[in-house]
């Protein structure tokens, strides 16, 4: 027995979560979307994992490349967070010609400028779970910025976040 679908979005919209946008790169296209189904694993080895609908633009080139970059996003990034959530209805690698700052890290996937953190990923495991893809990633390499804070969503609304939920370094 299970709850239905409705129930459990309604539900959801109680859990507050970091507003992430997941990249990857493959066959010399950049790919992204919009999540929050992201958390931490271990710390030894740094793991995370990132739960990706299978009708996501991206989601087959995350399993094709095995990278993928989970970019916590800061309250400025809220417009890109809405266009790679697909609230704009542009797709691809256009999404990243419409703005941000974009660099690379050691797996080649795209890194956004201004974000609190950036996790950059080799994927090491998956496993699919009714709609989605749960991608494990070894962290390869990080990229902090200890002055900027992060994106929430809750209730269906984008909340930034304050210096008191910058972390003590």
């Known amino acids: 027995m299970t709850i239905h679908p409705g129930d459990f979005k309604r539900g959801m919209r109680y859990l507050a979560a970091s507003v992430t946008l997941i990249t990857t790169y493959h066959e010399g296209q950049r790919g992204g979307l919009t999540a929050t189904a992201v958390c931490s694993v271990s710390a030894d080895?740094?793991?995370?994992?990132?739960?990706v609908n299978k009708t996501a633009?991206?989601?087959?080139?995350?399993?094709?490349?095995?990278?993928?970059?989970?970019?916590?996003?800061?309250?400025?990034?809220?417009?890109?967070?809405?266009?790679?959530?697909g609230m704009h209805g542009v797709e691809g690698d256009e999404r990243f010609r419409l703005g941000g700052e974009w660099r690379r890290l050691t797996t080649g996937a795209p890194v956004l400028g201004g974000c609190p953190v950036s996790f950059d990923c080799k994927?090491?495991?998956?496993?699919?779970?009714?709609?989605?893809?749960?991608?494990?990633?070894?962290?390869?390499?990080?990229?902090?910025?200890?002055?900027?804070?992060?994106?929430?969503?809750?209730?269906?609304?984008?909340?930034?976040?304050?210096?008191?939920?910058?972390?003590?370094?």
């Open 45 to 51: 080895p740094p793991q995370l994992l990132a739960c």
């Open 57 to 85: 633009g991206c989601h087959d080139a995350i399993g094709a490349s095995g990278i993928f970059c989970v970019n916590v996003l800061a309250p400025q990034h809220e417009e890109i967070a809405r266009r790679y959530a």
């Open 123 to 169: 994927v090491v495991e998956c496993m699919v779970a009714g709609t989605h893809t749960i991608y494990l990633g070894r962290i390869v390499d990080v990229a902090i910025d200890e002055n900027a804070t992060p994106l929430f969503y809750v209730d269906a609304k984008f909340i930034p976040g304050t210096n008191m939920f910058r972390p003590s370094i």
